[in-house]
C-alpha cells in the first residue's frame, strides 16, 4: 500500500507564494496520475491541478497561470508551486494518486492567505 504525506502549507499574505509537497512512500513510481485537490471550510472538496505519469498537466480555471503542478520521481515527490495567491485559495490541501486502480489520498496541509 503506498502512503501520500502533504506538507509546506501555512499561513501567507495575499500575492505571496507557497509551495506543496507530497511524498510518496514507498515509491511514486507505481502512482499513476496524481491530483490536488483543497476543501474550504464549508465547502465541498474542490480539484485543483492534476499530473499523469507521463507528466501532461490539467488545471482547474480558478488556478490556471498562478498554480503549477510538477512531480519528481526521482525523489518521490509531487509539487504544486502556489503563486500570486488570494484569499479564495485558503482552504486544506490534499494530495491524491492512482494506486492499483483505486485513489489513495493525504491528510492534507492547510494554507491560508491573508488579505
Known amino acids: 500500500q503506498v502512503q501520500l504525506v502533504e506538507s509546506g502549507g501555512g499561513l501567507v499574505q495575499a500575492g505571496e507564494s507557497l509551495r506543496l509537497s507530497c511524498a510518496a512512500s514507498?515509491?511514486?513510481?507505481?502512482?499513476?496520475?496524481m491530483a490536488w485537490h483543497r476543501q474550504a471550510p464549508g465547502k465541498q472538496r474542490e480539484y485543483v491541478a492534476s499530473i499523469t505519469s507521463g507528466a501532461l498537466t490539467n488545471y482547474d480555471d480558478s488556478v490556471k497561470g498562478r498554480f503549477t503542478i510538477s512531480r519528481d520521481n526521482a525523489k518521490n515527490t509531487m509539487y504544486l508551486q502556489m503563486n500570486s495567491l488570494k484569499p479564495e485559495d485558503s482552504a486544506v490541501y490534499y494530495c491524491g494518486g492512482i494506486y492499483n486502480d483505486h485513489w489513495v489520498w493525504g491528510q492534507g496541509t492547510q494554507v491560508i492567505v491573508s488579505s
Open positions: 514507498p515509491s511514486i513510481a507505481s502512482i499513476n496520475a
